[in-house]
Antibody
Framework: EVQLVESGGGLVQPGGSLRLSCAAS????????MTWVRQAPGRGLEFVDI????????SNVDSMQGRFTISRDNSKSSLYLQMDSLRAEDTAIYYC???????????????WGQGTLVTVSS | DIQMTQSPSSLYASVGDRVTITCRAS??????LNWYQQRPGKAPNVLIY???SLQSGVPSRISGRGSGTDFTLTISSLQPEDFATYYC?????????FGQGTRVEIK
């Protein structure tokens, strides 16, 4: 059974940093692209970043570029999100998810963790 | 960035109703379109991938159609467990954007 467990969330002051982790099990982690998605309180889903098996990132999200860095450690089956220069608007639940390449050659987020809450406030 | 627009933003329906949600992309995305369901307090889970392929374990009353810029998610006979929020997502080009969501509520 695929399991994704996020950790590292909490309360941080504006301008501060936080590092989120996602521990993966139940599948061969090094074979999959992975992603972070966030959801502000009462709001919709927002794509954060993706990373491929070879540690290549593909963000292109203007509001987070240069502040958030996705990384992975295949030896530990773990995904990370380093968040710097945090702002109040970064307050959200952060989910990690596995990316599956489908039989139709498209991509889908097929398994999700339960999320970790990040609150940016003074 | 590709903008994904869902309609309606919310709807009220009864058990047994047929419900259709629409998702429109700001440019053609071929069939790189997924649908997710999110129940309150829970993580999202995938229902449909590649516009019309049913994810394993998802009931057959749920279906997806479309290609290019216009897509639909249909629930043929709404069940109590279907009252949730639904999101479309494109994975044609990064950032892989989501629609704003459609909340399905009990009438």
């Amino acid at each position: 059974e695929v399991q994704l467990v996020e950790s590292g969330g909490g309360l941080v002051q504006p301008g501060g940093s936080l590092r989120l982790s996602c521990a993966a099990s139940g599948f061969t982690f090094r074979n999959n692209w992975m992603t972070w998605v966030r959801q502000a309180p009462g709001r919709g889903l927002e794509f954060v970043d993706i990373i491929d098996q070879d540690d290549s990132r593909e963000s292109n999200v203007d509001s987070m570029q240069g502040r958030f860095t996705i990384s992975r450690d295949n030896s530990k089956s773990s995904l990370y999100l380093q968040m710097d220069s945090l702002r109040a608007e970064d307050t959200a639940i952060y989910y990690c998810a596995r990316i599956l390449l489908t039989t139709s050659s498209t991509w889908v987020f097929d398994s999700w963790g339960q999320g970790t809450l990040v609150t940016v406030s003074s | 960035d590709i903008q994904m627009t869902q309609s309606p933003s919310s709807l009220y329906a009864s058990v047994g109703d047929r419900v259709t949600i629409t998702c429109r992309a700001s440019q053609s995305i071929s069939d790189f379109l997924n649908w997710y369901q999110q129940r309150p307090g829970k993580a999202p889970n995938v229902l449909i991938y590649a516009a019309s392929s049913l994810q394993s374990g998802v009931p057959s009353r749920i279906s997806g159609r479309g290609s290019g810029t216009d897509f639909t998610l249909t629930i043929s006979s709404l069940q109590p467990e279907d009252f949730a929020t639904y999101y479309c997502q494109q994975t044609y080009s990064t950032p892989w954007t989501f629609g704003q969501g459609t909340r399905v509520e009990i009438k």
